[in-house]
């Protein structure tokens, strides 16, 4: 099937990847057919004057006028568009239908010949950076990065910690940051959890930038600028940090559920929101919930999994029994075949033998909370 794009006329397309490759040149196809039948995930788009008569077994799409119109449906369907386009041209094409660097797709261009790869939009938070480096290494061609962290190789702010399932706190503060990393000005980093191995270059941190063992004492440093790894919350006077800084939650929080059987999703969610608070802790640190097997179905505990995409994990009574635990129950040994369920559950996942909370009921549902050690 051939597109047809008119003006003003949204385009639907079929969609197989999450790349789209598009070419408007007779050199540009030949290039464009070679990476798509290499590069899995993406589909081919281009112009049907160039048509070779294969295109419907190779699921290739063809168009028909200006590829301008094409690109606002691209846009909205795809991760990432690779354009064999002239750099020039892309970027007045696009100028129009930008909206934000946190929802806009990557972009990345390749010259006709194939020697080149630029990154052009969405480079980190977007990933055309990455995505640059795999069509380079696909093509044996240069890829082009102009993004500062990532020429100087240090610390990007918007992606650090990404690769864990790091959380910002708020993107209030990234921009400002961001410069006081690249300007080589005085950064305190402060980790209080979370994974160690985020400094993936090497050679050494850049002298601009010092660890501290706690914001007190980052904060009496006085840094231009501030990255704060933990799962807690802040106290008034440490938010003192934030007032140029970046707050990163890690995925630490291991919570470990019992419930009777039909708890709704609503009360499930209301004791774990008051425990964490209770506990100081962040709710966007959490990585998983754990129960006992007998759990596996219950629908609050699925419906919960899901709203906030936590991993969901069910052990086996005999899984649980392993774990000494400090308050075994001869009640819930007879219902369920274990000594307790919250508790060994928690520290299974979590791989602690504390816990930062040992056991609370409330109502239908008890809950423990375990940290996992980095």
């Known amino acids: 099937m051939t597109l047809v794009l008119e003006e003003g006329k949204q385009v639907e397309l079929k969609e197989n990847g999450v790349f789209a490759i598009v070419a408007i040149t007779k050199h540009g196809v030949n290039l464009a057919r070679g990476l ?10 281009y112009m049907s004057k160039f048509e070779k008569g294969d295109e419907d077994t190779r699921h290739i799409q063809l168009f028909e006028g ?24 892309v970027v007045r094409m696009i100028a129009p239908i930008l909206k934000d660097k946190k929802t806009d797709p990557a972009v990345v261009v390749i010259d006709d010949k194939g020697e080149h790869v630029i990154s052009v939009l969405s480079g980190h938070l977007g ?45 209030k503060f990234l921009t400002p940051v961001s410069a006081s990393v690249v300007n080589e000005e005085h950064v305190a980093i402060v980790q209080e959890s979370g994974e160690k191995e985020w400094w993936n270059y090497d050679h050494p941190l850049p002298d601009s930038i010092k660890v501290y063992a706690s914001v007190e004492e980052a904060i009496e440093a006085k840094p231009k600028a501030a990255l704060i790894i933990t ?23 291991v919570l470990g559920i019992g419930c009777n059987r039909g708890t709704s999703l ?6 774990i929101e008051k425990t964490l608070e ?13 129960s006992i097997d007998l759990k596996k179905d219950e629908e609050g505990l699925i419906a919960l999994a899901q709203k906030y995409n936590w991993d969901f994990i069910c052990y086996s009574a005999d899984e649980l029994n392993k774990m000494s635990i400090q308050d075994p129950s ?31 009921k409330s109502g239908n549902v008890t809950i423990s909370v375990a940290l996992i050690p980095y």
């Not at 200006?66 to 041209?89: D, E, H």
């Not at 209770?278 to 754990?290: D, M, P, Q, T, Y």
Request: charged fraction near 20%.
């Open 266 to 271: 609503a009360e499930i969610e209301n004791v």
């Open 231 to 253: 799962h807690r919350q802040l106290n008034r006077n440490e938010q003192l940090i934030l007032e140029n800084g970046v707050l990163y939650r890690p995925k630490v929080i």
């Open 127 to 171: 990933g055309a950076n990455e995505l640059t480096k795999e069509v380079a290494n696909i093509l044996d061609a240069k890829p082009v990065i102009t993004t500062a962290s990532d020429v100087q190789k240090t610390i990007a702010v918007d992606l650090f910690g990404s690769r864990f399932g790091w959380e910002w706190e708020s993107a």
């Open 330 to 360: 001869d009640t819930v040994y007879k219902f369920t075949g274990a000594y307790g369920v919250s508790e060994p559950a928690a520290m299974l996942y979590s791989g602690s033998k504390d816990l930062a909370l040992v056991k609370k």
């Open 36 to 45: 798509h039948s290499t590069f899995q995930q993406s589909d081919l788009f």
């Open 278 to 290: 209770e506990l100081r802790f962040s709710i966007k640190s959490v990585k998983a919930i754990c």
């Open 66 to 89: 200006n590829v301008r119109l094409l690109l606002p449906s691209l846009f909205q369907s795809y991760k990432g568009i690779i354009m064999i386009v002239s750099l020039g041209a």
